[in-house]
DNA sequence: ATCCCTTTGAAGCCG
DNA sequence: CGGCTTCAAAGGGAT
């Protein structure tokens, strides 16, 4: 409720891919006309050539799956080319990518007409009646690693959804947006599966992006998550917190002296500069069984910046 | 059958 | 307020 959401852009989510919330799309009434319009003409619907998730495929570049040439992300550097780079409050050039009425762009809340019932959201269901990629049932597990994808709306009584509240899983950052999209490509290209190896890659990748390419990714998330804020005004990280086992902090505290500073470096970048200008990034990710190593990989390539290249 | 691994970013938690 | 921890995706590998 700072962001884009005082903003008060009409554009602002008038565009039509997500990857997190296609349902939104599914209404978009509005085509793309800002600089993610050729983008968005890409028929997201599915190229789930590797099983992609059937709620995901919108991103606006999924289509670079296909482009097994290089990374030429078609996309216009227009996107910024108005503010140089994604500014939070200021980016309103970038066509928004939730459909909404015209009458309440901008000034979105739970209680526009587009969101009418905001109950009903807790049983894992859009006011659309779609299904919330963001929502997982409780089926027992918590975690849910791989929930499943897809769930099928689960027709339990709005009563019901108090007492087994669905979990609603974060709403996805830039990165993750962008691994969702490329991750794809990358197993393509490298013929690799592991997704330790493949998001090692792309992490270097993201690196190599450049800060138009990146920005995008950026406000997607951003839009993301005023989306998500405004589907589920209650939720809150903490919901999932301490769901999941912090096997992560045992083994880094184990690792400490082993990465030492690397998983800290992450935390230390939480920075809300997406684009700092010393890049430090580069954890020498020194993987002993992953082989993070791109055969035909373009992401080594001399074509991307240094960034991967580090040292 | 379940967890680990790995990435970056956002947010929660705690001192 | 600052630093640390957890979670988000994901899928083969390891246990």
Known sequence: ????????????????????????????????NG?????????????????????TPLIPYSNDHFSH???????????????????????????????LPPSGVGQITPSMG??????????GMHTTGIPHPAIVPHSGKQEMEHYDRNMKPQPEPKREKEAKKPTIKKPLNAFMLYMKEMRAKVIAE???????????????????????????????ARKERQLHMQLYPGWSARDNYGKKKRRTREKQQDSNSDKLAAP???????????FPDSAPLQTATGSS??????????????TYRAASTGT
Not at 35 to 55: F, I
Not at 114 to 122: I, R, S, V
Request: hydrophobic share 30%; aromatic share 8%; with cysteine.
């Open 1 to 32: 409720m700072d962001d884009g959401m005082k903003h008060q852009d009409p554009g602002m989510y008038k565009g039509s891919a997500y990857s997190g919330y296609p349902f939104l799309m599914l209404s978009d009434p509005y085509l793309p």
């Open 35 to 55: 600089s993610m319009s050729p983008l968005s003409n890409k028929v997201p619907v599915v190229q789930p050539s590797h099983g992609v998730h059937p709620l």
């Open 69 to 99: 040439g290089s990374h030429s992300p078609h996309l216009p550097a227009d996107i910024n080319q108005k503010q140089g780079v994604h500014r939070p409050s200021q980016t309103s050039d970038i066509p928004g990518f939730y459909p």
């Open 114 to 123: 587009w969101f009418p019932h905001p109950l009903m959201l807790g049983s």
């Open 190 to 220: 490298c013929t690799l599966k592991e997704s330790a190896a493949i998001n090692q890659i792309l992490g270097r990748r993201w690196h190599a992006l450049s800060r138009e390419e990146q920005a995008k990714y950026y406000e997607l």
């Open 264 to 274: 800290a470096d992450s935390a230390h970048r939480q920075q809300h500069d997406p």
């Open 289 to 302: 069984r992953l082989t993070t190593r791109c055969s035909s990989a373009p992401a080594e390539s001399p």
